[in-house]
């Protein structure tokens, strides 16, 4: 990041880790650049929903959320079971939201 040579998936990595530490709002900053820089990539997207959600702006994070619902993140793995797989690392490190168990049903 430093060198001006970081990848979209570089500024993902800092976002994921910022919203693991709890710095929502930094994970934001990164997110963002990141999806400046690739606007396809739905390992950001599912990041930024995921600090939107984190930081109070649900309604901004469930529109993520629906717009990739029935999208693959890969060949194996559905964005549905990104959300839950995250939502459940997010839990088991203390993260928590009200909203997890409503963004699931809405996007199964």
């Given amino acids: 990041v430093n060198s ?3 990848t979209s998936m570089d500024y993902n ?3 994921w880790y910022y919203i693991l530490t709890k710095q929502h709002f930094k994970a934001l900053k990164f997110l963002n650049i990141g999806d400046n820089i690739d606007d396809t990539n739905l390992f ?3 990041n930024l929903a995921h600090a939107y959600l984190l930081t109070g702006e649900v309604e901004k994070a469930k ?3 629906i717009k990739y619902k029935g999208q693959n993140i890969n060949e194996t793995v559905s964005w549905t079971q990104m ?3 995250d939502f459940q690392d997010f839990k ?3 993260i ?3 909203h997890f168990e409503t963004i699931i ?3 199964q």
């Fill in 105 to 107: 049903s809405l996007i």
């Fill in 92 to 94: 088991s490190k203390g």
């Fill in 4 to 6: 001006g040579n970081a």
């Fill in 96 to 98: 928590n939201s009200p």
């Fill in 63 to 65: 529109e993520i959320y």
């Fill in 44 to 46: 950001i997207k599912g």
């Fill in 83 to 85: 959300v839950y797989a």
């Fill in 13 to 15: 990595s800092l976002g």
